[in-house]
């Protein structure tokens, strides 16, 4: 097409496999911690790839795991940064925390492999440590990083 780029461009995303084995291990270190809790798994689109309820998890977490893993996945770092960020700036602390699906406390991580952006993964129930400790749980039982 004349005055377009019709370039493709390489997108890198979480396998389902993968996804399932991460919320498995968040689970399970939820479960050593003794909390109860929602996990969730997006692609680098934020889309959701895995979930998981523990039962007597919080319900109102349900969309706040889902989130969290959105946000981790749309800014491609730590849920938990967000509170530093938005210190120094009066306009994105007033601004930001009023988009849609943001969520600024921890609780979530980008999921990457080397370089690449894979997705997110989002915790929901404990503590905001305690939820970004099972997210790590979730990536470390599957070789990949935040």
């Known amino acids: 097409m ?14 389902v496999a993968a ?8 689970v399970a270190h939820a479960s050593e911690l003794g909390i109860r809790i929602n996990v969730a798994v ?8 895995a979930f998981l309820r523990m039962p007597g998890a919080f319900l109102h977490s349900v969309e706040i ?9 749309s800014f491609g770092f730590p849920t938990s940064e967000w509170m530093g960020i938005l210190a120094g700036d009066e306009a994105l602390r007033l601004g930001m925390p009023l988009r849609p699906r943001l969520v600024v406390f921890g ?19 404990g503590s905001a440590e305690q939820d970004a400790a099972c997210a790590q749980a979730g990536l470390t039982a599957v070789g990949l990083s935040s």
């Open 2 to 15: 004349k005055g377009f780029d019709v370039s493709s461009v390489e997108v890198h995303a979480i396998s």
């Open 19 to 26: 996804a399932a084995s991460a919320v498995q291990a968040a």
């Open 42 to 49: 997006t692609d680098s689109a934020g889309v959701l790839v």
């Open 65 to 73: 795991a889902i989130d969290k893993a959105y946000t981790a996945a």
């Open 107 to 125: 609780g979530g991580l980008p999921i990457r492999d080397g370089g690449h952006l894979l997705g997110g993964i989002g915790v929901s129930g």
